[in-house]
């Protein structure tokens, strides 16, 4: 097959999914990084912009369908508790990152056929 267009590209989304459940996704990868960064699923929910009860709902199901929780709540303290992300949820971003690394790879190299 030959094309005109030397920038040819092509686009694919993932989800893990474990017993027929969205685990992960780029979307929940997201949120998990932004907790990461404000240590808040309400912040983390704004800066995506959708609301507490959808982000709070999307780390239910991630804890509930992973075999350890990636998100703790903690209570209490100065600044009123917070969210961080535990080993596991550190684990399931790298994860994630490295099998969209892979992915991207063996796309690319397909994508060479079509040139």
Known sequence: MSLKSKDLSIKFRFWINVDGEKLLGKGRVEMLELIRKHGSILKASQE???????????????????????????????????????????????????????????????????K
């Open 48 to 114: 995506m912009k959708m609301s507490y009860r959808q982000a709070w709902q999307m780390v239910k199901e991630m804890n509930d369908r992973a075999e350890s929780p990636f998100v703790e709540k903690y209570m209490g303290g100065k600044n009123g508790g917070g969210a961080r992300l535990t080993i596991e949820g550190e684990d399931a971003i790298k994860k994630y990152h490295d099998l969209e690394k892979r992915i991207n790879y063996f796309i690319d190299e397909q994508l060479e056929s079509f």
